[in-house]
């Protein structure tokens, strides 16, 4: 059986299909506007937008864009178009999210030459985008706006241009790296097996990992670290390693019914992945528990994340091999599988985000209760204002993980979770990290008196704190969850 379509694609067919399983896949999914890491990224770009904004903790933010143009190239569209920011990010995420499908589409179609095959292997990644990748705190895609599922769009673009012997997969790894530098040397790993020759294949370059990335000794960046137990594989609960080496051997027994009918092509990447993605848990595990000094910081690069484009790709292969020879065409099959995981994935967003709407669409007045509270802090103080929150606020009961910068457009002492993991990147904020989550640690005893100390000795003007709220302090803003709080 031949691994190339069988017929010519009809571009404006498959964009129709395309657009449709996107928009599909965002009501799945969801959509939620600066949460988790967004609360990082959506600041910077509003701080190039305007300069005056965050003058106290802009470097919590900002020192990504060392690593990435995503952000002053958002900014700079968005200044261009004059769309709101809002809108301009909701619209990037469908695109995002299209450019990944359409990858997938490109690809599935070098390996499997029957619809079924290639429509069930896009839909179902569509369908689980909020998959998470074992043991790396990541999903497939996530339901917020991220440079890294650009990121994934552009690496899926270099294997088919891999697969196609054409140079251009330079073009796409470049602007993977653009975007998530990280992201594209895991991916580039990959492309890297996927087109090493198959006479030179067992005498493959180790180029993986050569170049030292080193900070100087800093015990709070090490005791940041310890609490990440995501980064060091031996900290992984069983069933994290089960999701990391079942994809290895199901992509094995994906390799063995290709070889038997003839599928070269899928045979070829299958095999090549399965290699590729051996290895790098082998270096990363190395790189995270074997090289760390004071000085080495392999494991703040995560090199586990390895793992994310297998995912992509071992889902995208499971669809495929569902539809050729389960699904066929029969929709009553395709019903039955597809409803069940798309009630279930639906299901785990709303108790993952159990405050807040399913999609938060372009200026839509917010349900959350805290969002309301950082919108009115955005609306009713000056830019020069210093915040302060609980460390651990975005954890707590009905804050579904939104970043305060990200709404109320202020400065804060930094927190203990989203900021720990800037920290963890960047540990020269270590200790400036590390004095403001202390002087803060026992946030649900803190008097008037605890306040004021913040403000003599940060310039803290203002609170969000839970009510009922502390005694002695004025209030303006109040609902059922939070109050706005002024320091006298």
Same mark, same amino acid.
């Given at each position: 059986m031949s691994s190339a379509t069988s017929s010519p694609p009809n571009p404006i067919r498959d964009v129709l299909i395309l657009s449709s399983i996107t928009g599909a896949a965002v009501l799945i999914n969801g959509y939620h506007y600066g949460i988790e890491d967004m609360g990082i990224y959506l600041p910077a770009i509003k701080k190039i937008i305007d300069p005056a904004l965050f003058p106290y903790?802009?470097?919590?933010?900002?020192?990504? =864009?060392? /690593? =990435?143009?995503?952000?002053?190239?958002?900014?700079?569209?968005?200044?261009?178009?004059?769309?709101?920011? @809002?809108?301009?990010?909701?619209?990037?995420?469908i695109v995002s999210i299209l450019l990944v499908l359409l990858g997938c589409l490109q690809l599935i179609r070098k390996c499997f030459s029957q619809p079924a095959a290639q429509w069930c292997g896009v839909a179902l990644v569509a369908t689980l985008l909020t998959f998470p990748v074992a043991g790396t705190a990541l999903f497939v895609v996530d339901q917020h706006l991220h440079p890294r599922t650009f990121a994934t769009a552009f690496l899926l673009f270099g294997a088919v241009a891999v697969l196609e012997k054409r140079s251009i997969a330079l073009l796409w790894i470049f602007l993977t790296a653009l975007c998530h530098p990280t992201m594209a040397v895991y991916g580039a790993f990959h492309l890297f097996f996927l087109a090493w020759p198959e006479k030179f294949l067992a005498q493959p370059a180790l180029a993986f990992g050569s170049i030292p990335f080193a900070a100087p000794p800093n015990p709070i960046w090490r005791e940041v670290m310890a609490g990440r137990g995501y980064h060091y594989p031996f900290l992984w609960a /069983?069933? @994290? /390693?089960?999701?990391a080496l079942a994809p290895i051997a199901l992509l094995e027994y994906f390799a063995r019914i290709a070889r038997r009918d003839g599928?070269?092509?899928? @045979?070829?990447?299958?095999r090549r992945l399965i290699i590729s993605t051996s290895l790098g848990v082998l270096i990363a595990i190395v790189a995270s528990e074997f090289l760390q000094t004071q000085t080495q910081t392999w494991a703040r690069l995560e090199p586990m994340r390895v793992l994310h484009f297998t995912y992509v790709i071992f889902i995208l292969f499971s669809g495929a091999m569902l539809g050729k020879y389960a699904l066929h065409g029969r929709p009553m099959r395709w019903f039955a599988l597809f409803v069940p995981l798309a009630l279930i994935m639906f299901f785990a967003q709303r108790q993952e985000f159990p405050s807040s709407y399913h999609i938060e669409w372009p200026h839509r007045a917010p349900r959350n209760e805290w969002v309301k509270a950082f919108e009115w802090a955005r609306d009713n103080t000056p830019k020069s204002a210093l915040f302060a929150l609980d460390p651990n606020y975005a954890k707590l009961p009905g804050e579904d993980y939104y970043g305060f910068r990200a709404f109320a457009e202020r400065s804060m002492l930094a927190d203990g979770d989203k900021d720990a993991s800037v920290v963890a990147l960047f540990p020269e904020l270590a200790w400036q990290w590390n004095l403001e989550v202390t002087d803060r640690g026992n946030w649900k005893q803190f008097t008037l008196a605890d306040f004021e100390r913040l403000k003599k000795k940060y310039g803290v003007t203002w609170v969000i704190v839970v009510r009922p709220g502390v005694s002695g302090l004025s209030c303006p803003y109040a609902n059922s969850e939070v109050m706005v709080c002024r320091i006298p």
């Open positions: 903790d802009a470097n919590f933010s900002l020192l990504f =864009t060392r /690593w =990435t143009s995503f952000h002053p190239a958002v900014a700079a569209a968005v200044r261009i178009s004059h769309i709101s920011l @809002e809108s301009f990010l909701f619209y990037l995420h /069983w069933y @994290e /390693w089960l999701g599928m070269s092509t899928f @045979e070829r990447v299958c």
